[in-house]
């Protein structure tokens, strides 16, 4: 009976990982058909079919809120570091570049194929998705493995297994439509990338467990500084399978899974005391923070084209949806190069958002002068970056160099800004750090409170309140979409509506 019963389970555990990689990547395709033929993201398609598909998932008796009965879509929901990895490597080579003054062109060892296999979707692309699949699951699967991390759930002894069938299948997934100019030092570069991601994420775990009695800074703080560090140092890497995979397909899977979780937690959330002032900031706070940085942007830095306000605004408020959308080249090759090094420049800023955030925590509440203070410097930096950029319209380096201040400046100022008015407004501070992790669709901020920063309550609702703010994407990417389609400019007098009923929308959320 017990070969029986372990023989079941493993079956269990298969299937379960086979349908993970049915729903998650059927999701993201539907996602890109809907869009075909348009410039808009397919991210602004995913969320709602996330979302819908959770609900649908608790409302028939299938699972129950969180998805336990899923473990894999529960798995694949918590790559968020990995999947943010490639960034962090691609924005360290970029700064290098920058600072060494050379010409901003990645070289690349791939003529990808042209083929069409799905509407919008081509088969090297393809590829990607599938190939993205099984290293996120894969590394996250052998990184449990390594570091001793447990959920007390029987999915915890299959770790290896789920991390050999995902590392395999990455390595042998190599779309054969495509041109390489060396096909065996392509699949090498996806095993050494891969081994590295592993390797990074264990070191990150460890010095995260050695300096938490002295603050509890999260694994992404580490992870990004030794991944910026890497890509400075190997400036010249050509990219393998690994890292072309993650820029393209990490973001969306991960978003895709998430959205699944948060839309499993909808009727749970309603429920319980002040959630809706959580998710009315949420809401309101992606108008304010998103289109209020364009409006500064296109007012006052006279930076209104897709190159600068699409990387802008995607590191000056480390958007995952935007990141996403810049990276996997949804916006155009100038925002794609671009929007790794706004994307890195910005966690300099995190050395006081987590410090911060994390002796917050640690006392209860927010620690007010050290909040206000960095918000003056946010708007100080906010305050340069519009100078260099008016005098350096069409200048490739004037403008990367002021989006980068402005990437820092204005992250300040959203991320302690935001908390400083929820604080004014009485929120908890569990409550807050989510609330304003979606209102600007934080990725650091995100996954922080998904490791536990903020408590397990909060680590158990980031996903839903994290997903909601996101039907205001397709107002965000319509404006991006539209801005792509008219040369690269936006229009501008519906940035300054919708920034204005952003700041209504806050106040109202705050104090009613």
Known sequence: MEFASDHFAIVHILNQYWLTLLLVISMVLISRTFVAGTRYSPILIIVVFGLIMGYIMVGTGLATPGLPEFPIVELTSRVTITALMASFFVGGQEIRKLFANQKIDPEDMVVPSSQELFLGTKATQFMFLIRGFFILTGIEALRRMVTGYTTGEPLDQFYPLLGYIGLVASIILIDHRAKITNKAVYIRKGIYETAVIILVLTAAFHIASWIRPFIALPEIFFAMIISVGLG??????????????????????????????????????????????????GFFGQLLWMFGGLAILILLGNANHIRNLAPGMAGSLSHSGLTGACTAGDLGPQAAIRAPIMINIPFIGHIFVFSILAASATAGKLLIPYTLAVVMAGLVLTFFALKILRGGVGEEQSEIRGLMIFSLGWQLVAVFGGLFLLDISGMPLADAVMANASAISHFGLFAAIQEGMFGAEAAGMIAFVFAMPFLVHPLVFGIFGKAAENDGIMPAKTVYFLALLGVVGVLYSMFF
């Open 232 to 281: 400075m140092f190997m400036v010249r890497w050509q990219f393998g399978p690994t890292i072309k995979s993650l820029l393209f397909a990490g973001i969306p899977i991960v978003l895709a899974a998430n959205f699944m979780v948060g839309g499993s937690r909808i009727a749970e959330a309603f429920a319980l005391t002040g959630m809706t002032s959580v998710l009315s900031f």
